[in-house]
């Protein structure tokens, strides 16, 4: 037995919600379960279930945030019965009499209702509860709202209570996934009592328009379509099928047009089984289409088949379309040094190293977090290279699935897989013989995958898919990544020859938290690109300084952009985005020891921290984060005990005991602590 779904149904009040839900109820039975929350008495928190249907105006922006998760939200609509509406119908022209509804949205709502579906020769009076009555009127009408009616009112004209539309049960049975033979019954049935504005009464000539448009529709679609029924026999074919099989145009819905189409095609076409994107060859024409056999249902009837066939060509240059996607900025460097900002020693000391790389031919392999850079990096090395009138090629390695990222690299022969290009394809490699190409997120690559570059590194030669042949290619790569290729290494996630192949020349770039001294010139560059004036208050600039930044640059941009955009002339702190705040003064505790001098005030701050937490007890790396504060990284805080590990202050780790400090690194801990004690 299948489980219930449960409903959330939102009315103004609880009478409402309790007439709606027996109505819900006789139309979907025991099949599901319905809530009721009210706008009189509060909607409440946390409301789950399947789907939201509000039968009371209610904007998304106000219901959401009553909800635990993202559910589909439904906003019905109410109608009147057939009856109902001729009773009105039968009121005489000029008629003027109160509207009578629970509450003033209600009774403009049912107001509107009534214009359009033409009761247009009454003068109505809203009334509702709370509202000042008009002595002089003495009909009311009322869809079963009766407790509301004035004393005074002689003339009553109930309608009763206006019934669930039928566009707002299909998409509940949509919804709910509830649509099925005996659904559909009751829709029919309903649908002889109740006003719709639904094809149920469409005129005729309305449903006409529609089939033709639907059959433009379905012309104007670049794949060939054919509709078979049961028994094989043609019902619908669109243009593009007759133009791909070069058919007469006569044959158009003519009932002998399978006698007409190549042997090829109607032998797949013949059994009773679905598939999809067989490769068929037409002899005769030297054709290639990709074919699939679909079954369709009407109302859970089987009614025959849906032949799809598409052109193998056109899904070469969709094939291409994507690759060229795929290779940013196509196959030229865009940046130089200079375009890299920043005075600090630590960006400094980035560039010249940089420099030097770029005037040897050996690999290079750029690390840090997302939004340090690394492109930027990248392009630039390659400019300053002996390689820059070549190619350059950029590719991300963790946007393609493997089979993709595999032929893209390295190319493949003709016939090497289903789809693959009359003649074969150049790889990304051979694009960019004598040049650079540029890996990016090489940390994603498939480990298979990284055996196959390995190879261009030691034989600089590659081999496409399907090939067993072998192609010189000269390229020098330049790999980014963001993920700690050592970790992966001990994990057996990233190859250790290959990490020292890419590794030998490797370019560290430095968060931005770590040179704050380069943001006021960082964030005046990206001002420049905003139209206006945005002077920045030194007040900002120090608060944008003592900034995590996890974003780095990236997230600076964002944020330097916000307050640009969403402020006229000069910018304070006031102007920041939610979640950036003033930071506390950074002075220290007490003196630091004169060792890790080498390091930037933030390092050396934190292996101070991971030594006196290691000196309670020693723990894993998951622990200490905790002990931190979780005020670092996992990065930094992996860099750090390897740092401190062979530098003698930590013992290596064995088994789960965790890290432990070393008899130097107890030391080192005592003395900073003495420090401070007698600062």
């Given at each position: 037995m299948t489980n219930k779904r449960k409903l959330i149904l939102i009315t103004y009040d609880q009478s409402n919600g309790t007439h709606y839900r027996r109505e819900l109820l006789d139309f979907f039975g025991d099949a599901v379960d319905i809530e009721i929350h009210t706008i009189c008495e509060g909607l409440g928190n946390g409301l789950s279930g399947d789907a939201v249907l509000t039968l009371s105006p209610i904007s998304n922006n106000r219901l959401t945030p009553h909800l635990k998760e993202e559910i589909e939200i439904i906003h019905g609509s109410k109608v009147l019965t057939k009856a109902a509406y001729q009773r009105l119908m039968d009121l005489p022209k000029g008629t003027?009499?109160?509207?009578?509804?629970?509450?003033?949205?209600?009774?403009?709502?049912?107001?509107?209702?009534?214009?359009?579906?033409?009761?247009?020769?009454?003068?109505?009076?809203?009334?509702?509860?709370?509202?000042?009555?008009?002595?002089?009127?003495d009909i009311a009408i009322t869809p079963g709202q009766t407790r509301f009616i004035p004393e005074h009112v002689r003339q009553v004209v109930d309608l009763g209570w206006r019934r669930i539309s039928l566009d707002t049960f299909m998409s509940l049975m949509v919804v709910l996934r509830l649509k099925n033979e005996a659904q559909i019954e009751r829709l029919y049935h309903l649908s002889r009592d109740i006003m719709s504005h639904d094809f149920l009464t469409t005129p005729l000539d309305n449903v006409s328009r529609l089939k033709d448009m639907l059959s433009m529709m379905i012309d104007e679609i670049e794949d060939g379509i054919l509709f078979l029924s049961n028994a094989g026999r043609p019902i619908f074919e669109n243009n593009a099928f007759h133009?791909?099989?070069?058919?007469?145009p006569g044959l158009r819905q003519s009932p002998d047009l399978l006698n007409?189409?190549?042997?090829?095609?109607?032998?797949?076409?013949s059994g009773p089984e679905a598939f999809d994107h067989k490769i068929i060859h037409i002899a005769a024409t030297g054709q290639a289409f990709t074919l699939s056999k679909r079954s369709f249902?009407?109302?859970?009837?089987?009614?025959?088949?849906?032949?799809?066939?598409?052109?193998?060509?056109?899904?070469?240059?969709?094939?291409?379309?994507?690759?060229?996607?795929?290779?940013?900025?196509?196959?030229?460097?865009?940046?130089?040094?200079?375009?890299?900002?920043g005075d600090s020693r630590a960006m400094s000391e980035c560039i010249r190293h940089a420099r030097r790389m770029a005037a040897t031919d050996y690999p290079v392999l750029i690390t840090g977090e997302t939004g340090t850079g690394k492109e930027l990096f990248a392009h630039s090395i390659h400019n300053a290279s002996s390689r820059c009138e070549k190619p350059f090629i950029a590719i991300n390695c963790a946007s393609l699935s493997r089979d993709l990222l595999e032929s893209e690299l390295f190319g493949y022969e003709e016939g090497s897989f289903t789809g693959a290009k009359k003649g074969g394809k150049k790889g990304l490699f051979e694009f960019a013989h004598t040049g650079t190409i540029f890996l990016d997120e090489i940390g994603d690559m498939p480990f298979d995958l990284q055996a196959q570059l390995l190879r261009v590194l030691q034989e600089k030669e590659i081999r496409r898919v399907g090939s067993t042949s072998t192609i010189p290619v000269d390229v020098r790569i330049i790999a980014?990544?963001?993920?700690?290729?050592?970790?992966?290494?001990?994990?057996?996630?990233?190859?250790?020859?290959?990490?020292?192949?890419?590794?030998?020349f490797s370019l560290h770039l430095p968060p931005l938290r770590e040179r704050p001294g380069d943001i006021p010139?960082?964030?005046?560059?990206?001002l420049s690109q905003v139209p206006g004036s945005h002077p920045m208050s030194q007040e900002l600039l120090k608060t944008l300084s003592v900034q995590t930044w996890r974003g780095n640059i990236r997230e600076l941009k964002n944020c330097v952009e916000y307050m640009a955009y969403m402020t006229d002339g000069p910018l304070s702190s006031r102007d920041l985005p939610s979640g950036y705040v003033p930071g506390p003064e950074p002075g220290p505790a007490r003196e630091v020891p004169p060792i890790f001098q080498e390091l930037p005030l933030r390092s050396r701050k934190l292996c101070f921290s991971i030594l006196n937490a290691l000196r309670e007890r020693p723990m894993g790396r998951t622990r200490l984060m905790e002990a931190l504060g979780n005020s670092f990284t996992e990065y930094e805080v992996r860099t750090m005990l390897e740092y401190l590990t062979g530098e003698g202050c930590l013992l290596p780790r064995r088994g789960r005991g965790g890290t432990a400090l070393s008899p130097e690194g107890n030391r080192i801990v005592l003395e900073y602590l003495n420090s401070g004690k007698n600062g």
């Open positions: 003027r009499a109160f509207l009578i509804t629970t509450n003033k949205t209600a009774s403009f709502d049912m107001a509107t209702y009534l214009y359009q579906i033409g009761v247009n020769h009454i003068d109505f009076v809203p009334f509702y509860p709370g509202c000042t009555s008009d002595p002089t009127l133009s791909m099989l070069n058919l007469d007409y189409l190549p042997e090829e095609l109607t032998r797949q076409m249902y009407y109302y859970n009837n089987h009614s025959g088949f849906l032949i799809v066939l598409k052109d193998v060509q056109n899904i070469e240059k969709l094939e291409q379309k994507i690759r060229l996607d795929s290779v940013k900025k196509k196959y030229t460097a865009k940046y130089t040094f200079s375009d890299i900002l980014a990544t963001n993920r700690d290729l050592k970790q992966m290494m001990e994990e057996n996630l990233f190859r250790m020859d290959l990490y020292y192949r890419i590794g030998m010139l960082l964030a005046a560059a990206i």
